[in-house]
């Protein structure tokens, strides 16, 4: 199934504590797969890009700051193909593996490289994801 295109429609940053700028992480990143709907042969998935900054580790961090990307993955595949992930995805709230490896790599890049943008200006760590994300099913 073609990733026919991606699409950011919502950017958001913002630092908690310019103080603890210097303390700060690595950022928690995030990518949720929100909602997936169908138009014909095409499938739509909205997601979320979320990178969480903290001035340490475990429960005692604080917040230094937070970045947000938000759009839509737009896929065609044969009316067969969009039912069957549209069963998929309404029976279990997954994708197939090689369908969500494929759109959250490419997420991984397109929202890296925005986000770093968006970091650089408010004085944060880039939210670079440099390996690729392989998924496996959940043993049974």
């Known amino acids: 199934m073609p990733i026919t295109g991606f ?24 990518i949720n797969l929100d909602s997936v709907s169908q138009e014909g042969t095409r499938i739509k998935v ?10 340490g ?5 604080k917040s230094v700051g937070k970045l947000k990307l938000g759009g839509v993955v737009e896929l065609s595949d044969t009316k067969d193909g969009v039912q069957a992930i549209m069963k998929r995805w309404n029976e279990k709230k997954t994708l197939p593996i090689e369908i969500a490896e494929e759109i959250i790599n490419g997420l991984n890049f397109r929202c890296s490289a925005t986000g770093t943008l968006v970091a650089y200006a408010l004085g944060l760590i880039p939210p670079l994801v440099i390996s ?4 496996e099913e959940p043993k049974q």
């Open 46 to 55: 909205n997601y979320s890009f979320v990178a969480d900054y903290l001035d």
């Open 132 to 135: 690729t994300t392989r998924i």
């Open 57 to 61: 580790e475990g429960k005692d961090a």
């Open 7 to 30: 699409t950011i429609s919502s950017v958001e940053g913002k630092i908690d504590s310019a103080d603890s700028l210097n303390k700060q992480r690595f950022p928690k990143l995030n």
